[in-house]
């Protein structure tokens, strides 16, 4: 089992689509949801080309270490209690889980925490963890500012019904499917910021990208 070895969460500046937005990460190799789900028989399941698996296996191996330690404070530790709280005070929109999934309910609980402490940036959570964001939700409230974006794992099948506690939805396409419903492909995350508000587009499709399909015992 991994420990912390640094008592600060480490805050990554986005590259790619998401260049211009700071995030929260985590290790996507070590949690036991993202691997079970990159090894999906499910047809058409995006996590079996997950984004995260092949860049973190690849040219992003420098990152697992501070994110592994990212996802040991998330989820082992209250980091309220621990004074381990991060500021945003220049950031108008944040990501959370830009790479890796929520791991438990503390997790989450830190998430709100962040959330609270930051109230005037908007922070989007993108998970497919229903679970845990409906046991979480009977017993809380969720923070003003927190955008819950439910990620749709299974492609060219987009849900435009939203799960109860979350306030959008992300679904993938096939690239020649869905053209006219496609609202997020192509575009820069900066120039957008359609998930990053409470505004009118809360069915969000995008063309689903290319990956090579990694296998994690």
């Known amino acids: 089992k991994s420990e912390v070895k640094k008592m600060k969460i480490k805050i990554s500046n986005m590259t790619g689509k998401l260049k211009g937005i700071r995030a929260i990460n985590c290790n996507t190799l070590s949690n036991s949801f993202c691997k079970k789900q990159n090894n999906s028989k499910i047809e058409n399941n995006i996590c079996t080309i997950c984004y ?14 501070p994110w592994e330690n990212n996802s040991q404070i998330l989820s082992t530790m209250d980091i309220e209690k621990n004074n381990l709280i991060p500021l945003f005070k220049n950031d108008r929109i944040f990501r959370l889980d830009g ?3 929520l791991i438990n309910l503390l997790h989450l609980h830190n998430y709100c925490t962040i959330a609270k402490h930051n109230q005037y940036t908007n922070i ?9 964001v409906n046991k979480y939700f009977k017993d809380h409230d969720k923070p003003k500012n927190l955008i819950l974006i439910f990620s ?10 939203i799960p109860k506690n979350f306030d959008k939805v992300f679904n993938n396409v096939f690239e020649n499917d869905f053209k006219e419903k ?7 995350c900066i120039d957008c910021q359609a998930c ?3 505004n009118d587009t809360n069915i969000i499709i995008e063309a689903t990208k290319k990956y090579s399909k990694k296998k994690i015992a």
Request: hydrophobic share 30%; charged share 25%; proline share 2%.
């Open 182 to 188: 496609q609202n997020c492909t192509g575009q820069d």
């Open 52 to 65: 995260s698996f092949a860049m973190l296996e690849t040219h992003r191996k420098n990152c697992v270490s």
């Open 124 to 132: 989007a959570l993108w998970t497919k963890r229903k679970d845990l």
């Open 152 to 161: 749709n794992s299974i492609i060219n099948k987009p849900i435009y019904d």
């Open 196 to 198: 990053y508000h409470f």
């Open 99 to 101: 790479h890796g999934e």
